[in-house]
C-alpha cells in the first residue's frame, strides 16, 4: 500500500512543518505543504530552502537531486487542495482548538482511505481521532527538532487506530529514512515524558542558583555526552511547547515531579519562548 503513495499533504510551515515536508520530498514523496496565508508559506519556504542550501553545500545532496526535490514541492494557502493527497501530516501550533480545525476540515475534505497524523507533542491524539469520522486512520507521527536530522518518530497509537494505519504509517516513517517507535496516547508520550522534566529540572538549578546557564549545560552536556544541554535544548524547542508538555504532564498524574518551573511560566508570558523569538535561556543574551 505505501507503494502506491504519492501525494503528502503537510499542514502547518512552522520550524517542525517544514522539516517534516522536507524530510517526505526528500525521500521522494510528491508534497503539497499548506499554510494560513501567503506570508507564512514564503517562511516555511525559506526555512526549506535554508536548510537544502546547507545540505548542498555539505555535499550532502547535489544541485541536480536538489531541483528534484523543489520540483516535488508546491504550497497552497488552500486545505482543498489536499483533496487528493494520500497521507496528511498536521504540524499547526500546539492548540487543541487550532487542530480540531484542521482536523475537521482534513476529514471533510480527503478521501476516507486517507491516514491523519499528527505532529503534537502534548496533546490526546484520542481526542483528535475521535471529531474524524474515521477514527481508525489518525495517529500521532511526533517528529524532533531539527526534523531533518533526528532520526527518531513516535507513532502514536490511540484505543481506536487500526492495525493496518499502524503499518502503514511504520513503514512510511522508514521509508522517510526515520527510527519508528510504537507509543500509546499518554501524556508525554514516551520521549517528552523523559526528557521535558529534565529540562524543568535544569530550569530548577538555574532559579535556584545552584549554577549559571553556562555551567548547567556544560555539566548535563558532558556528563552524558549529550549533543547539547537542557537550558540550549529548551531554547531550540521553545520555551512554549515545553510549557505545555509539563502541564500536559501535570493534569494527567497529578505528580509533583511535573510541575512547571515558576521561571519556564514567567518566560513563556513573557514571550521569550527560545529561538523563535531570538530571546531565551541562551538566545539573545
Ligand atoms: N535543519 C536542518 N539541518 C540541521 C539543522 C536544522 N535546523 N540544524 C542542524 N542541522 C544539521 C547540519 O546541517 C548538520 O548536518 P551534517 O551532519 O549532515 O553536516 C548537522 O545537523 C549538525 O549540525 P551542526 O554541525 O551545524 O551543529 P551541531 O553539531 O551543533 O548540531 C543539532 C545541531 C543537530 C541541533 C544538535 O545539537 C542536536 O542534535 N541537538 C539535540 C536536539 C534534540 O535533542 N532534539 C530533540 C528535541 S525534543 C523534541 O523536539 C520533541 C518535542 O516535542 C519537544
Not at 66 to 94: K, N, Q, Y
Not at 125 to 145: C, D, M, Q, S, Y
Not at 158 to 183: F, L, M, N, Q, Y
Amino acid at each position: 500500500m505505501v507503494q502506491e503513495f504519492d501525494k503528502v499533504g503537510v499542514v502547518g510551515l512552522g520550524a517542525m512543518g517544514a522539516g517534516i515536508a522536507e524530510v517526505f520530498a526528500r525521500a521522494g514523496f510528491n508534497v503539497i505543504g499548506v499554510e494560513i496565508d501567503q506570508a507564512a508559506v514564503d517562511r516555511g519556504r525559506s526555512h526549506m530552502d535554508k536548510s537544502l542550501s546547507r545540505a548542498v553545500s555539505k555535499g550532502k545532496l547535489t544541485e541536480e537531486e536538489r531541483s528534484g526535490i523543489d520540483a516535488r514541492l508546491t504550497f497552497t494557502t488552500s486545505r482543498e487542495d489536499l483533496a487528493d493527497a494520500d497521507f496528511v501530516v498536521e504540524a499547526v501550533p500546539e492548540r487543541m482548538d487550532v487542530k480540531k480545525d484542521v482536523f475537521a476540515d482534513l476529514d471533510r475534505i480527503c478521501p476516507p482511505g486517507t491516514i491523519l497524523a499528527t505532529n503534537t507533542s502534548s496533546l490526546s491524539v484520542t481526542e483528535i481521532a475521535a471529531l474524524t469520522g474515521r477514527p481508525e486512520k489518525v495517529v500521532g507521527l511526533h517528529f524532533f527538532n531539527p526534523a531533518p536530522v533526528m532520526k527518531l518518530v513516535e507513532v502514536i497509537t490511540t484505543v481506536s487506530t487500526g492495525e493496518e494505519t499502524v503499518d502503514v504509517v511504520t513503514e512510511v516513517a522508514k521509508r522517510i529514512g526515520k527510527t519508528p517507535v510504537a507509543v500509546g496516547d499518554r501524556a508525554g508520550f514516551v520521549a517528552n515524558a523523559l526528557l521535558v522534566p529534565y529540562i524543568n529540572d535544569a530550569v530548577r538549578l538555574y532559579e535556584r542558583g545552584i549554577a549559571t546557564r553556562a555551567e548547567i549545560d556544560a555539566a548535563a552536556k558532558k556528563a552524558a555526552d549529550l549533543p547539547m544541554g537542557p537550558l540550549a535544548l529548551a531554547d531550540l524547542v521553545g520555551l512554549d511547547v515545553c510549557l505545555a508538555v509539563m502541564d500536559v504532564l501535570w493534569e494527567e498524574y497529578r505528580d509533583p515531579r511535573f510541575t512547571a518551573s515558576p521561571l519556564l511560566r514567567r518566560m513563556v508570558a513573557a514571550g521569550q519562548l527560545g529561538r523563535k523569538t531570538g530571546l531565551g535561556f541562551h538566545e539573545g543574551r
